[in-house]
């Protein structure tokens, strides 16, 4: 009775362990980890230069808003919306 029960608690530990070497051989863990370390190091040495296109991509699109409204202003028959607000037609 004891040998039996010694021998199906060494059966499964012998499973858990092929499962778990089966397990870090197709999902390497260090492997992951330190792709990971990697991307956030990249991550932040970029987030200047990110930082800058996102300025410069506001600035843009501020620069085109501004443009719109100007045009609008001046091709609007109303003298009212000559001014900095937005043209309610559009």
Known sequence: MFRQTLELYLKRILEFLIYTKNYFIRNNPAQSLAESVVNGIKDFLTVKKK??????????????????????AENSQHNFLKGSHLDQKR
């Not at 296109?53 to 609008?72: D, G, P, W």
């Open 51 to 72: 930082l800058k296109m996102a300025q410069y991509r506001l600035n843009y699109h501020r620069h085109q808003l501004n443009k719109m409204e100007q045009l609008i």
